[in-house]
């Protein structure tokens, strides 16, 4: 090899090289520029992977809430019911008690001047005050209606009758008592009307 050939073969190794360093510049400012690259997109999916994660909390959280709240609602409506169970329990004894409470009044009403008669008549009205005290007890009461204006919604008119002592749409006699039971209308009183 001639001074040369060792001269040409070393710029041409300088060339390579220097090539070569090009190409690794280049391939280290390519990797540079994809990996940022990368980095913003890896950014871009992390914020939108975060945002979606957020309202999936979000949601979740909401859900939790309304679930409390559905299960107070019912607490509470279980409340309600469990104590309108106990306060109402005996209203279907007391609603069948009511004809037995009729026939004593209508007993009690027959009045007579037999001395034997009226003393059963008393024993009868004795059973019927204990009776009524035991249901009174039990949050019944009776209606007063004589003398009211007609109420549709506590009161059976049967009849219209002339008077001169009430005005029109009064109450003037009772034909079978009305009661309610604590703040319940267990019965419709049958009424007499003012025309």
């Known amino acids: 090899m001639s001074i040369n050939d060792t001269k040409e073969s070393g710029e041409m190794t300088n060339e390579v090289d220097t090539s070569v360093n090009i190409d690794q510049e280049l391939t280290e400012d390519q990797e540079s520029v994809m990996n940022e690259e990368q980095v913003a997109e ?29 299960f ?3 607490r509470r409506r279980s409340l309600k019911e469990k104590e309108e169970l ?7 004894v007391i609603s069948q008690l009511l004809s037995v409470l009729d026939n004593f ?12 008669i009226a003393s059963y008549l008393k024993g009868y009205e004795m059973i019927y005050r204990q009776l009524f005290q035991v249901l009174e007890a039990e949050g019944l009461k009776q209606m007063d209606a004589v003398g ?6 506590l009161h059976q008119a ?9 005005d029109e749409g009064i109450v003037v006699e009772v034909v079978q008592e009305g009661y309610v039971l604590k703040d319940k209308l267990l019965r419709a009183a049958m009424v007499k009307v003012s025309s």
């Open 42 to 70: 890896a950014g871009v999916e992390g914020n939108t992977v975060i945002a979606d994660l957020e309202r999936l909390v979000e949601e979740n959280q909401n859900r939790y809430l309304r679930a409390q709240a559905d």
């Open 72 to 74: 107070d609602n019912f």
């Open 86 to 92: 106990a306060a109402y329990a005996s209203q279907k």
């Open 105 to 116: 009044q209508r007993a009690l009403q027959t009045g007579s001047d037999n001395a034997e």
């Open 148 to 153: 009211k204006p007609f109420d549709p919604e």
């Open 158 to 166: 049967i009849m219209q009758v002339d008077s001169e002592e009430h």
